[in-house]
């Protein structure tokens, strides 16, 4: 029996998760992730599926964040039927991210297509909208952790807690023949000794191990659920002393959540100064309802986000105008919208407002991938442009990595090192190059040999046999970058526009910027 194992996404990135099983029985997808990052890497997601949706069985999903589930409803499009199996966390977080994914796209597009029609250029259209992501909602099958159930002929899964968010889960697929053939997929795993989730687990004995390496060049010290309260109660002491607003970008789905249990406390306890804080994101406001929901702590014995309803100092801001009204306010105040690395959703309208004055503060709290607005901030650029208009940066940019759902390298190791014997081979995925590459040196060093550890590209296709695998030629359907990871040209544009504005302003007279100028013609009609 071989069983083809292809690499659709997060492959050389972090994003656009999508693993393909086919096993002569049948198709399985384990995650359909939206890539996010640089253009040329984000436009994959308009590019047809490089397989026929028609003839997937069935979608496993390991949670509910974008870059693992944000293709689903274009797959439905696509022709897709079958169910998508996921925890019942991971569902309930899907009914409220799907539809927002899909109504950000339907906006951005609309306000696209406007400058488009002004620009002369052809009108796009969205990937999918609101109404897509409820249809692809009917399709979802719930499953507990720890139950094993046939997913697709021939193939059983079962889910095992991973730490990450809620409802977060590794996957372990076993698919039948004269040897049955055992894969884990680790999904992303979370970094354990938290107070909000459990630690991760998962079986060992496998054949072959697909993992996650987002931070897996990097090692954090150790951290107690105090020391974290602790060094956000300082960055907000730093913030207040600087006179303005702390603005936060998070992510919607847990991120959001712990930082405002987290803020709340070390306000009450008198850590930080008091402040209103406006959650300014109706995808994390309707997410909280489901922590309220959903959230048991195992590890504290309760649910840690009880107090997140909005009260005197909470204020949920759902409604549009309720955002716009956040213009009016100065001095101290919080505001925390998302998205995370800051490149959709309503923190983009306050960036662009704030960015330029000295007393404001922003506090990344998430990985940035790069490419995006985030890493250039967390990068110190000091001129950006949001939505077409080009930004100085005179805010204070600073990075609590505290809060981060991911494991550290050091996890990561302990964990893969805790699923031997894995008699094929460890695939790593889901991280930039340096970071993948870390890992695998790491894993070395653990005593798992060289040659079983593979790094694959976007579209990379293994045969897969128990304890063996190899890589097979397949035609490559679809123009992926080379480098994925990497800024593409849309960003060296933007920093060259900037450069450009800044030597513009930095001359001392007209007669200088004209001859900058001319000499920018020249050197494009040389080039010509």
Excluded at 57 to 67: S, Y
Excluded at 214 to 228: H, V, W
Excluded at 352 to 380: E, I, P
Excluded at 444 to 469: H, K, Q, T, W, Y
Aim: glycine content about 10%.
């Amino acid at each position: 029996m071989t069983v083809t194992l292809t690499v659709h996404g997060a492959a050389g990135c972090v994003t656009g998760a999508c693993y393909r099983l086919e096993t002569g029985r049948s198709t399985i997808l384990v995650d359909c992730g939206m890539f996010q990052g640089p253009k040329s890497l984000k436009a994959l997601n308009y590019e047809r599926f490089p397989f026929d949706a028609k003839t997937v069985d069935a979608a496993l999903l390991t949670h509910a964040h974008i870059d693992h589930s944000g293709l689903l409803p274009k797959l439905m499009r696509a022709g897709f039927r079958g169910p998508i199996w996921a925890t019942a966390g991971t569902r309930d977080l899907c009914a409220v991210m799907l539809p927002d994914a899909g109504h950000i796209q339907e906006s951005e597009v609309e306000q696209l297509n406007r400058r488009n029609q002004r620009r002369g250029r052809p009108p796009v259209q969205p990937i999918y909208g609101v109404r897509d992501a409820e249809r692809t909602m009917e399709l979802f099958r719930r499953v507990k952790l720890g139950d094993e159930i046939e997913v697709a002929p021939g193939v059983r899964a079962r889910w095992w807690n991973a730490g990450h968010i809620l409802g977060a889960a590794s996957i372990e697929v076993t698919i039948e023949g004269e040897t049955p053939l055992r894969l884990l997929f680790s999904g992303d795993l979370g970094p354990g000794g938290r107070d909000f989730l459990a630690d991760p687990d998962a079986p060992a004995g496998i054949d072959h191990l697909i993992i996650e390496s987002t931070y897996g060049d990097r090692e954090r010290p150790p951290l107690t659920p105090e020391m974290r309260r602790a060094q956000l109660a300082a960055e907000m002491r730093a913030a207040h002393e600087a006179g303005g607003p702390l603005l936060m970008p998070a992510f919607a789905v847990e991120r959001t959540q712990e930082l405002l249990a987290d803020l709340l406390q070390v306000m009450a306890d008198g850590e930080a100064p008091a402040a209103d804080v406006f959650l300014d994101s109706p995808l994390a406001i309707q997410a909280t309802e489901v922590f309220l929901q959903r959230g048991y702590s195992p590890a504290i014995g309760r649910n840690p986000f009880e107090g997140l309803h909005a009260g005197e100092r909470l204020r949920f801001l759902k409604e549009p105008s309720e955002s716009d009204r956040l213009e009016r306010l100065r001095g101290w105040h919080v505001i925390m919208a998302a998205s995370g690395m800051c490149d959709a959703g309503r923190i983009r309208k306050h960036l662009k407002r704030l960015l330029w004055r000295s007393d404001t503060t922003v506090l990344l709290t998430g990985f940035q991938v790069h490419g995006t607005l985030g890493r250039l901030l967390a990068d110190g650029e000091r001129r950006v442009r949001i939505q077409g208009d080009e930004i100085r940066v005179a805010a204070r940019v600073r990075s609590l990595d505290t809060y981060s759902g991911h494991a550290d390298a050091k996890g990561l190791a302990s964990w893969a090192a805790a699923r031997r014997p894995i008699g094929g081979k460890v695939f790593i995925c889901h991280g930039e190059p340096s970071a993948s590459q870390g890992l695998a040196a790491r894993l070395a060093d653990a005593g798992l040999p060289g040659e079983s550890l593979v790094l694959p590209s976007i579209d990379d296709a293994f045969a897969l046999e128990p304890r063996a695998a190899r890589s097979v030629a397949v035609p490559k359907l679809r123009p992926a970058p080379e480098r994925p990871s990497e800024l593409d040209w849309h960003n060296a544009r933007a920093a060259l526009l900037g450069d450009l504005d800044a030597r513009l302003e930095a001359a001392a007279t007209d007669a200088e910027r004209t001859a900058l100028l001319e000499t920018v013609r020249k050197a494009l009609a040389a080039d010509g």
